[in-house]
């Protein structure tokens, strides 16, 4: 297959940059909204974060349906959904930051209910941008190039959120004059990203069953133990991320006294940002997406370690932690989106079926699921720690705040490690399996040619899968697993 072009590259990176208008915003700073501006308690906001993230789950696999379901020969198959879903995302992160004087009550249900309805928006875009990248190319490459571009459109966004709004949050100011602007300014901005990522990033990936019927979904499904095995080890991941991202500004301005030093690790996380991206093609060549994963995600359990054990007093070990889990982050999600995009052809070879929609659904279902977790155990945390918005955080309040922000990472990324050291689908595996399904094209195969795909003994590719290019699999190339 061609490379993609370095428009559609830059194009499809331009798309999580408008995602994360809505959803890196909502990350950093909804608690803190929640609990500084809106006056809603820690505790009830750790609900109301796991109840409606929990919900937005469940949208994913709604999402991911509704797309499998949808095609369009003018548009394609996600394109659509990204260009007429743009506005009312936008426009409802502009309400979520919005919250009037309602009384405990009604602010408590206007939060749930802007929250969630931001949640589904986000669900109908986000499930066919990632859903795209599998659709726009079957390199291993040219998907880790897309995995980069789209990290760093999304940290593009989280940097310029950390170095220009982050320093704005302390006591005293008027905060929410300051997310309406911000939100406001984002709906203009977010519409001209997403239009431009639907001009320049197509489908150009082979679909034999446009439509796919839900007995399809749920078969594909069924037997890609590799996107299960991946959804699990995301979702413990997520749960640490997340907690940490909730917490990061609380560590900064109440743990170590040190608020002005989120614009330098917001700084340095886009220098990071751009090196992994420059370098990760390369090392997914040299030893293969799974190790990248593996070995990035040690780096977020020494930070986690750091932050944790390190005194209030010592503010540059501290941010030295926060420094060292962002390596392993970023790394991890650069490539964490081709090893995605990876299972929905090993579904395609099982099954016969492609069903990028439904795929990428269930693996961003247990993603929310792990946001939902980790975004509320972090809200716990404080309440059990003690926070007291506005006012110096007792030793219980930040002992709370570390364990959310060091210690959860650091357990949660173990188990991330521990089930991906069980993954079978190699980028050797990945090569073969891809071999397989263009001759089956070429020999005019179809879905009911592949029955023997979903036997757990199948035995290895079939012997017309033909000699697999040594530029695209890893050293470590193995003969082909059995069928899992």
């Known amino acids: 297959m061609k490379k993609l072009s370095k428009l559609s590259i830059v194009g499809y990176g331009a798309g999580d940059a408008a995602n994360n208008l809505a959803f890196t915003t909502a990350t950093m700073f909804l608690l803190v909204y929640y609990t500084d501006v809106a006056g809603i308690s820690a505790a009830a906001a750790g609900t109301l974060l796991l109840v409606v993230r929990i919900f937005d789950a469940f949208a994913d696999v709604f999402a991911g349906r509704v797309v499998d379901r949808t095609y369009s020969k003018r548009f394609g198959k996600f394109r659509p959904f990204i260009m007429f879903g743009s506005i009312p995302l936008l426009l409802l992160s502009v309400a979520t930051f919005s919250i009037p004087a309602l009384g405990e009550s009604g602010t408590l249900l206007y939060a749930y209910v802007t929250y969630a309805a931001l949640g589904l928006a986000y669900s109908l875009v986000n499930i066919p941008y990632g859903s795209l990248a599998g659709a726009m190319t079957q390199d291993p490459a040219e998907r880790a190039k897309l995995g980069s571009a789209r990290m760093i459109g999304g940290l593009l966004v989280g940097s310029a959120l950390g170095i220009f709004v982050a320093p704005l949050v302390k006591p005293g100011a008027d905060l929410q004059a300051t997310f309406t602007a911000i939100t406001i300014a984002f709906v203009v901005i977010g519409a001209a990203l997403y239009l431009f990522t639907f001009l320049t990033a197509k489908e150009r990936v082979h679909r034999a069953v446009p439509n796919v019927t839900f007995k399809q979904s749920m078969e594909t499904l069924k037997g890609n133990r590799p996107l299960l095995m991946l959804c699990v080890s995301s979702f413990f991941f997520l749960t640490g991320y ?243």
């Open 242 to 484: 997340l907690a940490l991202t909730s917490v990061q500004l609380y560590y900064l301005r109440d743990v170590l006294g040190r608020l002005d030093l989120y614009p330098v690790l917001s700084i340095t996380q886009l220098v990071l940002t751009f090196v992994l991206a420059g370098f990760m093609p390369k090392l997914v060549r040299n030893i293969g997406k799974k190790r990248v994963y593996i070995f990035s995600s040690l780096f977020t359990v020494v930070g986690g370690a750091i932050i944790f054990f390190t005194p209030a007093s010592q503010a540059w070990v501290g941010f030295s932690g926060l420094v060292i889990s962002l390596v392993g982050v970023l790394a991890v999600n650069i490539v964490v989106w081709a090893l995605e995009a990876d299972t929905v052809e090993y579904g395609e070879w099982k099954t016969g079926v492609r069903t990028e929609g439904i795929t990428y659904a269930l693996f961003s279902f247990t993603r929310k699921t792990g946001q939902a977790v980790g975004g509320a155990l972090a809200a716990y945390a404080l309440a059990l720690g003690g926070y007291k918005s506005g006012a110096v955080q007792t030793a219980d309040a930040v002992f709370g705040i570390q364990i959310a922000a060091g210690a959860l990472p650091a357990v949660m990324t173990i188990l991330a490690v521990l089930v991906m050291a069980k993954y079978t689908l190699t980028d050797a595996m990945h090569a073969r399996i891809l071999t397989e399904i263009r001759a089956r094209r070429s020999d005019g195969t179809g879905s009911a040619d592949v029955a023997a795909a979903d036997s757990d003994d199948a035995g290895t590719v079939s012997a017309n899968a033909g000699t697999v290019s040594a530029g695209t699999v890893s050293a470590d190339a193995a003969p082909l697993a059995p069928r899992n």
